[in-house]
Each structure stands twice: as C-alpha cells, then as structure tokens.
C-alpha cells in the first residue's frame, strides 16, 4: 500500500488531497524508501526460505509493482491484483 500510495500521489493530489501524500503527514521520498525496504525485506525472507520461494517472491514482487505503477492505467488492472492475492497463495 505503501508504493501505491506513491505512485498515486499526482492523482491523489487532484483528487483526493485527504490521502496521507497530498495533505502532508508524510513525504513521498519517506513513502517509497518505506515501501521498498518493505518488498526488500518480504523477497529476502523469501529467499531465506529456498530458491522456489524466492523466486516465485520475486514474480510477485514485479507483479505488485505492475500493479502500483499502472493500476490506473490498464483496464485489466484487477487480474494483476487477483495474481497478486490469488496466484501465489
């Protein structure tokens, strides 16, 4: 939530300036170093688990970031975000 949110924050400055980015509770530099450290720390417990689980972590790492940078974009948004909870369960 943290790199949608970034992402996000042009979009959420027209149209949503409650969102935290916009009205100024925290900077969207703090947004995506927190938001990478998190995916950073998720992929190395994935590898720690073995070579399949890291990779398949690093799949759904590029998915959720697929995800992030173009849910806006795409109108088959939503199959990314179904991959994203459904295909790695």
């Known amino acids: 939530m943290f790199l949608n949110d970034a992402f996000d924050a ?4 027209q149209y949503r300036a ?3 980015i916009p009205a100024g509770r925290i900077s969207q530099p703090s947004v995506w170093r927190w938001g990478l450290a998190w995916l950073c720390l998720g992929e ?3 590898i720690n688990c ?4 890291g990779a398949l972590g690093i799949i759904l790492l590029v998915t959720i970031l697929c995800y992030d940078a173009f849910h806006k974009q795409i109108a088959w948004a939503p199959l990314l975000m179904g991959l ?3 295909g790695f369960t």
């Open 44 to 46: 190395l417990c994935f």
């Open 50 to 53: 073995g070579i399949l689980t």
């Open 18 to 20: 409650e969102r935290p």
């Open 10 to 13: 042009e979009f959420d400055k």
């Open 84 to 86: 994203c909870r459904f």
